[in-house]
Structures are given as structure tokens and as C-alpha cells.
């Protein structure tokens, strides 16, 4: 992973907007010291990856700053991390263009740099009202999973997919790519739906309701906790699926993405007029009752 | 500092490569626990400033990431944290584009991007046999600086400059803008001279001698130790000036831009054939004596 020069030279695409984005990723925070190298390299990346499925962009580089403590600096752990490095540059076919390794708490800032054809970017502020709100793949699985890592019991997981779900979510990349020119606005959902859902709301100006019977979580994750997990997939976070609305004349071009499984997602609900304050979403139960909202803070380890 | 969306968008001017640095600085290793905020803000800032220059490029945009411990999550801290990064980003005119805040140890990670027209970029890979070898400034005023941050005693410093130094080296990106076309090969001085000119060397496959008598060492610091100040000069490191080579039918430009006062920087040796291992770099004294090459390594804080 060495790189030769103080920077590195990058040529841009003709006709391209970039977008950067970065996330740092902190031991004890953001992951429990009990993660692998892999592990830890293999998450870094895909949430920088969501970041650029949430504007619509084809990631294409990324540098890398590595934190190590004087314990984990050996040949094996590292070779384990790049190969995470490595396995995910490959699928995603990105390439690492620089950074840097220091001395230090374990932390993993990644920077990631990717294009958008001009004006076709997916931003958080388009939504309008009547439009429809649409989520990809299932909710609550980075919860559910995340609890598994922490819990202290025996617990009655029987789902491999679920267990490794929390080091390798799925950035969804290629939907959003799909989505340009079709959804009015885009977030990948990392706070939990009902906050980022909140965060397209507040960008547009505008309010939204969803209803529970409409939300999709996976089978395993009923079965793990019939109790929690419309919680995990209201206010869980670390889903790293899509949330993106579309306008009425747009409704046939999802739905017929939908019909013919190119697209993996589901309407759960509308956009309408912004309130006067308060949470600008508002759930509705099986009884078209509103639940009540509850501020779920982020699970941090250590 | 809040950034809107998940991703900044960014538009490259035409026929520009950009160049992309990181830089991660920790609290303890590359900075004391007694430094402000604006102090820490203004040497991550210039760090990365200072690799744009060893590229020639002119910065544009950063992103910054900042993992912060709880105690220092207070509004006077990030206030003053921000002074920083605002006052060297008016001063060098970049755009701080995106960037995230975690919890934890406190660390500071800056993705520079700047632009260079295409072609012109410097590198460390284009010394060659009989090149001239220079540098911009005086040497050794990091290595002064961070000794008098951390001498137990108490030391007969006179300076203000010296004293201020470490929190705010002077990125040499103009100087570098300057140096696009006339110098072979560039690098800054983080690592310290004879180690930045042996990158120089090794990606070049030659090798260099220099001459203390024409190392630029300012007043200040021969006062502040004679007995020292050569080795900081030498190996000390955190100068951020600009070392570079130019090749003989160019040479007349840059006596030229010295003597004109539009460039600060002297001649102190000259590129040559690489041997066959050991230091590429070889240090002769006012005797023309080869000086020994001590290894010295990065003085650590905590």
C-alpha cells in the first residue's frame, strides 16, 4: 500500500462532478476491540462506499489514514487488514491513491473520491410533496447485528448472514447509480431510517409519514427478536441501504425497475407539507396510530 | 463547519490533474497535550498545505476529520479549533468541503485536493546526474522549535519566531507554483533534509552531496544552539520548506528569481551517480570531510 509521493496525481473525467466524502472510524466507537483487521478495513470502506451510493456517484479513489498502536503494528495483523483493503477495492473496483500510517489509538479515516455525471448528483434536498418514499433491501440488520457483536448472553442467533452483516454491509452503489434522474432525493441510511429520513426532510423543507406494516425486515431478524426489531429498523442505523423519494410522473419507472427485480427496494410511505416543528416524520402503526418517536442514541462499545 | 450532505460536490477546472494528500495528526506523537485547538487546527492545515506545495499544486479543498474526547467537545475548544482552520483557509484560499466528528482520541485527518495543470506537477522522480540541489528557507527551525515546546528546562530562547514555529510552519505553496517548469524533482522537509533528499534520490536512482557551509541555518537558532543546530538543520525535520533540483540549462532562471529576491531559496550540493548502497546522500563539512550520518528519529511527545 505504499504510496511514492507526497500526493497523488488524479485525472478527472471529462464532464464530471467529483464528490469526496470521508469517515472516520475510531476503535472503542465504532467498532469493538475484538474486530479483526479485515474486519475493521472491510467496514471502513463500505461506509465510505454509502456515502457515495447516497449521492449517486461512482466511487473511484480513496486514500487511506491508518492509526496503529505500537501492539497492532505486525506483518500478520497488517496483512490481514489490507486484505480487507484489497477484497473490497476489487468488488468495488476503486483504487487507494494515497495516505498515511501513524502512530496512535486505532483509527481508520478514509477519504473516498468519486464522479457523478454534471447535475445528475442525488442530493438530500429534492423531495417535494406527494412524492413516495422508498427504502432498498431490508431494515434493522445492522442493529440486529451490532447486537449480536455486544451482547453479554447466549443469544438465539441462527443466521449466519446476520452475524457478518454488522463488518460487511452492502453499499449500495449500483441502485443508486440506477436511481439518477429517477429519485428526487437520496440518503443511505446510517443514523437509523426514521433520522435520515429526517435529514431529507429537513434539507427539502417538507414532512413525511411511513407506515410499520410497510417497513421491510428480513425473516432472521423477526425471528431474533419479534420484540426489537421494528426498533432496530426505525432507529437502528448502520443499514447502509437507500433512502430516496420519487415524484408521481417518476412512480412507473420504479415500479416497473421493481416488477422485473432490477431494483430491490419498497414504497413505505409519502411526502407531504413540513409541520411546525417536532420530528418531520411521523410512523403509523397497523392501526394508522402514530408511534411515538424515541431518540435512540448510537451503541458505542467500550 | 456542518456539512450538508453525505458527499461535497466538487467541480476540477479543464485540463487540470488534481492532486490528493492525507495527513492524520495525533495528539501525543505529533503534538503536545498542552497544544490549543487553533494551534493543532493550524499545523494539520499547514501540513497538508505542505505536501500540495512538494507537488506544485495549488490547493483547492480539504476535508477534515476530527476525533475528539469528551472533554474537549466543549464550545470554547471548537471555537478556537475553528479559528484556525478558518484563518489559514483565508489565507491560502482553500474550501473546506465536507469531513465528519467521532468520539475518541483526539485526532486530526486532512484530505488535501489541489490542482496542477496536466503535466506539470512536480515529482520526487526527475533529478538526474549533474542536477543542482536547493533549498527554500532556513533549515532547522522545526527541530529548534519542538525542542524548545519540550525541554524540561529552561532554555535561553530570544525568539518569537523560533517559539512559534512549530505551531505554524510556512507551507511553501507559492514558491512551488513558481518551481513548475524549471525544477527536475521536489519533495518538502517533514523527515528532514538528508532524509527527504535521500526520497529524492531513491525515486530517482542517483545520489546527492551537500554542503554544510551552504545549509541556510537562521540566526536565531545558531544562537539558540551552536552545538545543535547543524544536526537539526540535518535530520531535524518539520521545516516544511522546499527542497528541489534543477538541471544545468536551467539554472540561470533560478539564480535569476534569487537574485531578483522573487525566490528564497540557495544552492547546497549536487545530484550525482547513485552508488551501490547505503545513505544515497553524503554530507561533506567545511573540511570536505564526510560527516557521519546519524539515523535521528521523529521526536515523539507524552
Known amino acids: 500500500m505504499g ?32 474486530a479483526t483487521g479485515k474486519q475493521i478495513a472491510t467496514r471502513a470502506l463500505c461506509v465510505n462506499l454509502s456515502d ?13 489514514a491508518l492509526t496503529l498502536p ?52 442525488l442530493q438530500r434536498s429534492g423531495a417535494a410533496v406527494g412524492d413516495s418514499v422508498f427504502v432498498t433491501g431490508y431494515l434493522g440488520d445492522g442493529a440486529a ?15 449466519n448472514r446476520l452475524l457478518q452483516r454488522f463488518y460487511s454491509p452492502q453499499p449500495q452503489v ?11 432525493s437520496c440518503i443511505d441510511i446510517s443514523d437509523g431510517l426514521v433520522a435520515d429520513l429526517g435529514h431529507i426532510c429537513q434539507a427539502s423543507a417538507v414532512a413525511a409519514t411511513i407506515y410499520t406494516q410497510q417497513i421491510p425486515i428480513a425473516e432472521d431478524v423477526k425471528r431474533f427478536s419479534p420484540k426489537n426489531c421494528m426498533d432496530w429498523a426505525l432507529f437502528g442505523g448502520d443499514d447502509y441501504q437507500l433512502c430516496f423519494t420519487v415524484s408521481a410522473d ?12 432490477e431494483l430491490n427496494a419498497c414504497k413505505i410511505g409519502t411526502i407531504q407539507i413540513a409541520g411546525d416543528g417536532g420530528c418531520p416524520v411521523t410512523v403509523l402503526d397497523s392501526n394508522n396510530s402514530p408511534i411515538a418517536l424515541k ?8
Chains 1, 2 share one sequence.
Open 52 to 64: 457515495m451510493a447516497a449521492m449517486g456517484a461512482q466511487p473511484r479513489w480513496f486514500t487511506l
Open 145 to 159: 447485528s451490532l447486537k449480536s457483536l455486544t451482547s453479554k448472553f447466549s443469544i438465539n442467533i441462527d443466521s
Open 174 to 184: 449500483e441502485t443508486a447509480i440506477q436511481l439518477r434522474g429517477i429519485a428526487s
Open 250 to 261: 417518476k412512480i412507473d419507472q420504479v415500479e416497473q425497475l421493481i416488477d422485473g427485480s
Open 70 to 121: 505500537v501492539e497492532r503494528a505486525n506483518s500478520a495483523w497488517l496483512k490481514d487488514f489490507s486484505a480487507g483493503i484489497a477484497e473490497i477495492s476489487r468488488q468495488f473496483d476503486i483504487a487507494l491513491v494515497g495516505g498515511d500510517t501513524t502512530s496512535g489509538p486505532l483509527t481508520v479515516s478514509i477519504t473516498m473520491l468519486g464522479e457523478v455525471p454534471a447535475a445528475e448528483s
Open 3 to 34: 504510496i511514492g509521493d507526497d500526493g497523488a496525481l488524479i485525472n478527472p473525467s471529462d464532464n464530471q462532478q467529483l464528490v469526496v466524502a470521508s469517515d472516520t472510524l475510531v476503535e472503542g466507537v465504532h467498532f469493538p476491540d475484538t
Open 295 to 302: 431518540k435512540q442514541g448510537y451503541d458505542h462499545f467500550g
